[in-house]
């Protein structure tokens, strides 16, 4: 399956849906939705991964990439993720302790709310 | 001799194919349906990895995948002809990655994180060609 982006604001938070599989080939096009986003001033981000049926180590690096934008800002680029497959990937390559990952959109806004 | 092999231009659009194809030939060869998914994403950042020297150093040529069915081992080898590269990953290793400098060097390490973390065992080599991969699972006797 190909890579469907979509994003909305909900609770002054920037909501990035991804669907289907994000790999060397399709990786490019988050990484420029991403670049996007920062350069039009949404530096709080959640990224909702529950749609994503594969994530590979260039999607990874793209997700770093974004949270490296935002943080460029004092912003968050946050996750939403409970399926055990992806998950598995974040915790081999030590990266859970760098994202914030929740089970639900509305969990990721209220962690990012009540860090302010 | 390999039960089945594959050799692409080095695309990234290609890198799905050859995970599906690995996928495909794993369950045929009786890898459990537990690692299949571990098989098809250290398949496809193996994949990744050749694709992108290729493409840096010897885009005219192909990467290779060979699917091997052995006795009770479901064995995997991705080859790529950039003899430049093979000095720089045999110094580097699979627990040094980290040390890569920049953006390229973090995704390198990534991919190789993932690589050692999933396959049930790994090697690096250096062949005539360029750098080999080779990862392996258990499997419980091919389907004939």
């Known amino acids: ?116 | 001799m390999a039960t089945v092999e594959l050799s692409f231009t080095p695309l990234p659009a290609h890198v799905r194919t050859a995970r599906l194809v690995a996928t495909a030939v794993a369950r045929r060869s009786g890898v459990d349906e537990s690692l299949l998914d571990e098989v098809r994403l250290a398949v496809g950042e193996a994949c990744s990895r050749a694709v992108e020297e290729h493409q840096l150093h010897c885009p005219a040529e192909p990467v290779r995948l060979a699917l091997s069915d052995m006795a009770d081992r479901f064995e995997v080898e991705v080859t790529d002809n950039c003899a430049r590269d093979s000095a720089k990953l045999a110094g580097v290793g699979l627990e040094s990655t980290a040390g890569m400098a920049g953006a390229a060097g973090m995704q390198a390490g990534l991919g190789f994180a993932v690589i050692a973390g999933l396959a049930d065992n790994v090697e690096i080599s250096e062949t005539a060609e360029g750098t080999c991969i080779r990862m392996s699972w258990p499997s419980a006797g091919a389907v004939r």
């Not at chain 1, 039009?40 to 529950?50: A, G, I, K, P």
């Open chain 1, 1 to 116: 399956m190909d890579l469907k982006l979509d994003h909305h604001s909900k609770d002054g938070i920037e909501i990035v849906d991804v669907e289907g599989e994000i790999d060397v080939y399709t990786a490019p096009r988050l990484r420029e939705l991403l670049i996007e986003l920062v350069n039009s001033r949404f530096y709080q981000l959640v990224v909702n991964m529950e749609k994503v049926e594969f994530l590979d180590s260039t999607g990874l690096g793209v997700l770093v990439g974004g949270l490296k934008r935002v943080r460029a800002h004092d912003g968050s680029l946050d996750l939403v993720c409970t399926q055990e497959r992806i998950l598995k990937i974040f915790r081999i390559t030590g990266l859970t302790k760098v994202f914030g990952i929740h089970d639900t959109v509305d969990e990721a806004i209220a962690a990012r709310r009540s860090e302010k």
